[in-house]
């Protein structure tokens, strides 16, 4: 299934959590689970705006985009980031009022069940679109699966604090526990914001990728080949290598372009998705970057 796909599918959960989560704040009239409810907002609004980030990161490079459109996917990372800020906040507002003045919950046993129904769904997606994030390196994917998994954890803490609630007959525990609830979902978007900017900074890639480089790099290095300034970056779901490959400066361009060719297949084919640009030069020539009149 592509990413797209598991985006749609989403949406539709979203859709249904979102009834589902409604009408158990609606039967109960309990503030914890409307904070659940709101947080479903926020999983629909940003699987839409995930949808059509992967759609414009899929489009090929252009003359005003020569190197694609892939970042796209960082905006929906920190747009969700912001939706969560905003529903954190609806959520505190909602909760304060309620501690300030408790007011007696209903049908809660059903309320719960609804709770409950709408977490497997979105349990089981996010472990669905995590899975599929991480093979098909989908930072938008990412993020989406992630805040279902939020929303699940949520969920558990409004039906433990309801069943509290119950017990003990404390109507203060319900609008304590939608307050959780929103500083839960607040670590959240701050987490969602960071990964978004720094992947609009061009963060290198993974420990992982960078070993599998070296690994390629470390096979074809001898006495007449050597490696150095090599910098990786990430870019949504595409990756990137950039390094220096130094070789006899007797050797003739078609036997350096040669090696170079190889050298090239080989790192992509070890990092799926990686492109290499190598630049040749002779073995007694260095480069020299970040001199001080460059920052001026």
Known sequence: MQVSAYLKLSIAVA???I?????????????SLLSDALESLVNLA???FALAMVTVAARPADDDHPYGHHKAEYFSSGFEGVLIFAAALAIVWAAVQRLLDPQPLQAVGLGIALSVLSSALNGALAWSMLKKARSARSMALEADARHLFTDVW???GVVAGLLAVTATGWLWLDPVVAIAVAL???REGASLVRRSADGLMDRALDTDARAEIDQVLADFAHQAIRFDHIVTRRAGQRRFVDLHMHMPAAWSL???AAVRASVEQALMSAVPGL????QLLPMDVEAHFDDAEDLI
């Open 15 to 17: 859709l249904t959590t």
């Open 19 to 31: 009834a589902l989560k409604t009408g158990a704040w609606w039967i109960s009239n309990s503030v």
């Open 46 to 48: 940003g699987a839409m």
């Open 154 to 156: 949520t969920s558990a």
């Open 184 to 186: 839960n979902i607040l």
């Open 254 to 256: 078609g036997r350096a």
């Open 275 to 278: 492109r290499a640009t190598i």
